[in-house]
């Protein structure tokens, strides 16, 4: 019975693997991954608000002076060792359906309309340095 339990233990993953700090793959966005309430939420705790990006997505969507601590990633849970949730597009203003993928410390997060094939990924590294990048 203890060799069972012993097993399962190991082979699931360990409860709060989301809770930490995520940098995007291509170093403009950090967001802080927390547990509330048995479910997984993110906000924004740091981006580039100098990336050319940033700026276009600032005119057609939400104004930066608004973006540090928005939630842009609420209600995951885990299903079949991924999380179901939704995501917020500050770009657009639209919500998403979401999965996230975890291997070791990278992250792909995949929002979608109707199926997840037809989504759009991005990747996030853990963010493991004790302070955040300086604001542009």
């Known amino acids: 019975m203890n060799l069972i339990l012993l097993t399962l233990l190991f082979l699931s993953p360990p409860k709060d693997e989301l809770v930490g700090n995520w940098i995007s793959s291509s170093n403009d966005l950090i967001v802080q991954c927390y547990e509330k309430n048995n479910l997984y939420f993110a906000k924004i705790i740091w981006f580039d608000n100098q990336h050319p990006k940033i700026n276009k ?14 939630i842009v990633m609420s209600d995951f849970t885990q299903v079949d060792g991924r999380y179901q949730g939704t995501i917020f597009d500050i770009k657009n203003g639209e919500t ?11 992250l792909t997060v995949t929002g979608y309309i109707l199926i997840p094939l037809l989504g759009k990924d991005i990747t ?8 955040l990048p300086k604001q542009n």
């Open 57 to 70: 997505f600032s005119e057609n969507g939400l104004p930066k002076d608004k973006w540090l601590g928005y």
């Open 96 to 106: 998403y359906d979401a999965i996230i993928k975890q291997r070791g410390d990278e």
């Open 124 to 131: 996030f590294k853990r963010y493991v340095k004790s302070t």
